[in-house]
């Protein structure tokens, strides 16, 4: 295990409300410093998510989007303004960073994922957020999550319905996300938002709540509330308004983690 080295000044003030938390503490900010998340769509989810992974001080992030920031988007996709519609989400979400904390790492990609470049784009991270809006794509985030060892937050949602669920189909006991859709979809035609539309606060509550179970990820083993909670799915939902926690169980013939992988 590697020194960490200590946070400036500068660093402990702007984290303090962290490090003052018994069960983040310093120790935690400082393993947070060192971390690399991987933000696959930069959307309704990935925007809101953006803002407090980036909050919260992860040191190193890629952000993966092929994506144009349209109007339509600015009801729920936070980090964008009106003077980024025609830009890239991929850019305008490095500028956003930028502008937030120079202090953080960034690399992006505005290349469309698919199942041959995805796992180049998130080799080394230490846990990736997907936040994309198809089943194909989520499918191919999964399968190469599992190949690299990195461990996998998905995240959906859809007019008054969030979900999240945290994946680590690397490990012996633990499904990925194939495991709990099944391989019906991989097929490029399912859904996205367009048709149904979505209560952009609901993106919102998804986006922070997938933040917040992103710094547990990466916090397990070094302070208190490091705990992954593989395999756990989260439902949110906003016309109750709750929440009801679904355990995955691990399918033996999964062909993305399974005996047959
Ligand atoms: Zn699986």
Redo the contacts with the bound molecule.
Sequence with gaps: MSLSPPLSPARLDRFARHIVLPEIGGAGQVALAGKHIAVIGLGGIGSPALQYLAGAGIGRFTLVDDDVVDASNLQRQTIFTSRDIGHGKATSARRWLANFDDALEVNISDSRITAENVGDLIAGADLVLDGTDNFATRLAV?DAC?AERVPLLSAAVGRFQGQVGA?A?HLVAS??????VGDAFDAEDCDTCAEDGMLGAMAGWTGSFAAMQAVRVLLSGVSRFGQPMWGKLHILDGMTPGMRTLTIA??PA?????QA?
């Design positions: 999964s599992v994946f189909g499904p990925c996300y194939r495991c709990f691990k399918d999964c062909k993305g983690c399974g992988a």
